[in-house]
């Protein structure tokens, strides 16, 4: 490491150290935004001439420059230091503002030219692993319950509840949420970092870094929501859909693999997504689930006190202004 990187500090620099070595805003942001615009996430903007995404309210929201991050980081530099030491070392950037239906399709394209391609695998612990193709169902790659369908890009769709409840739940809508500054740094851009964990830990699995203790499998979203709602989990939240299918995009353009697949007890639990109400009594208080499972991505949902093997959750720090 040169004397530029050893006085490096994340609030002054494009890199800073953390517990596994250095971290590049530079190199981070580079793998983000290349891959936000190989799976075509990214379109050219023709009022601003700049890349970012159209919002389900038609405006432009341009993707943050890399000049925007170092402020973010700069803001939150306690923040964000305390979290790398906790394991949180991976930019993610997700375009809140996009509609969701238009992700899903996008997605779908992905999946569908990796699949004639052959280069669709499992998710590889390691990566020396061998590659184990996976089957695509051409057909209908993504599979989508009724009641997601309906509510996605509308009301009924929740965001970062405090709780599980029908009322006082304190959760906002998507138009709410892209001009949040404190979860959107950037308008309609969730600034954030998240673990670069490829299968999260099975129940008593976890480890303990930097006195955080990780998310494991086998617990309900209540008592998820409970957990980062202590002071060890400051500044994190649950992932919404659009975090999900953001990921899930990137990793498969960027290593050829399918992530948080079911068969590897990896479905996802999206706690930062809610359906308060469905209209019917035994199917309120719904948390929308995402994963891969044998031929194609799943997007549905369970209620919010069930408690399953296989579902897990997952955290972002998500940085603010």
Same mark, same amino acid.
């Given at each position: 490491?040169?004397?530029?990187?050893?006085?490096?500090?994340?609030?002054?620099?494009?890199?800073?150290?953390?517990?596994?070595?250095?971290?590049?805003?530079?190199?981070?942001?580079?793998?983000?935004?290349?891959?936000?615009?190989?799976?075509?996430?990214?379109?050219?903007?023709?009022?601003?001439?700049?890349?970012?995404?159209?919002?389900?309210?038609?405006?432009?929201?341009?993707?943050?420059?890399?000049?925007?991050?170092?402020?973010?980081?700069?803001?939150?530099?306690?923040?964000v230091e305390r979290k790398m030491?906790? %394991?949180?070392?991976?930019?993610?950037?997700? #375009? +809140?503002? $996009?509609?969701?239906? @238009?992700?899903?399709?996008? &997605?779908?394209?992905?999946?569908?030219?990796?699949?004639?391609?052959?280069?669709?695998?499992?998710?590889?612990?390691?990566?020396?692993?061998?590659?184990?193709?996976?089957?695509?169902?051409?057909?209908?790659?993504?599979?989508?319950?009724?009641?997601?369908?309906?509510?996605?890009?509308?009301?009924?769709?929740?965001?970062?509840?405090?709780?599980?409840?029908?009322?006082?739940?304190?959760?906002?809508?998507?138009?709410?949420?892209?001009?949040?500054?404190?979860?959107?740094?950037?308008? %309609?851009?969730?600034?954030?970092?998240?673990? #670069? +964990?490829? $299968?999260?830990?099975? @129940?008593?699995?976890?480890? &303990?870094?930097?006195?955080?203790?990780?998310?494991?499998?086998?617990?309900?979203?209540?008592?998820?929501?409970?957990?980062?709602?202590?002071?060890?989990?400051?500044?994190e939240t649950g992932w919404t859909?659009?975090?999900?299918?953001?990921?899930?995009?990137?990793?498969?353009?960027?290593?050829?693999?399918?992530?948080?697949?079911?068969?590897?007890?990896?479905?996802?639990?999206?706690?930062?997504?809610?359906?308060?109400?469905s209209g019917e009594n035994r199917?309120?208080?719904?948390?929308?689930?995402?994963?891969?499972?044998?031929?194609?991505?799943?997007?549905?949902?369970?209620?919010?006190?069930?408690?399953?093997?296989?579902?897990?959750?997952?955290?972002?720090?998500?940085?603010?202004?």
């Open positions: 490491m040169n004397k530029q990187e050893e006085s490096n500090d994340l609030g002054l620099s494009k890199t800073a150290r953390t517990a596994e070595g250095v971290f590049s805003l530079e190199k981070e942001y580079a793998r983000t935004i290349n891959a936000l615009n190989r799976t075509g996430i990214l379109t050219l903007l023709p009022r601003s001439d700049n890349l970012g995404v159209i919002g389900i309210d038609g405006k432009e929201y341009p993707v943050p420059t890399q000049k925007q991050l170092q402020e973010v980081f700069t803001r939150n530099k306690d923040l030491q906790q %394991g949180f070392t991976q930019l993610q950037l997700t #375009p +809140i503002a $996009i509609p969701i239906s @238009q992700l899903i399709e996008r &997605v779908k394209t992905v999946v569908l030219t990796h699949a004639v391609a052959r280069k669709i695998f499992r998710t590889k612990q390691n990566s020396t692993d061998a590659d184990i193709p996976v089957h695509v169902y051409t057909g209908e790659p993504i599979w989508i319950w009724d009641r997601v369908r309906q509510a996605v890009d509308t009301p009924n769709l929740v965001y970062f509840p405090q709780a599980y409840t029908d009322r006082n739940h304190q959760g906002l809508m998507k138009e709410d949420v892209m001009h949040e500054t404190r979860l959107c740094a950037v308008p %309609g851009w969730s600034v954030g970092l998240i673990e #670069p +964990i490829l $299968i999260m830990p099975q @129940q008593g699995q976890g480890k &303990v870094i930097g006195r955080r203790k990780q998310l494991e499998e086998y617990s309900t979203p209540h008592d998820y929501l409970r957990t980062l709602s202590t002071p060890t989990y400051q500044g859909l659009e975090d999900f299918l953001t990921h899930f995009i990137n990793r498969l353009e960027t290593t050829n693999q399918v992530s948080h697949d079911r068969y590897d007890n990896n479905a996802l639990w999206l706690l930062g997504s809610y359906m308060p109400n199917l309120k208080r719904l948390v929308p689930v995402g994963y891969w499972y044998r031929a194609r991505l799943y997007l549905s949902v369970h209620r919010s006190g069930n408690r399953l093997r296989a579902w897990v959750a997952r955290s972002t720090v998500r940085l603010g202004t």
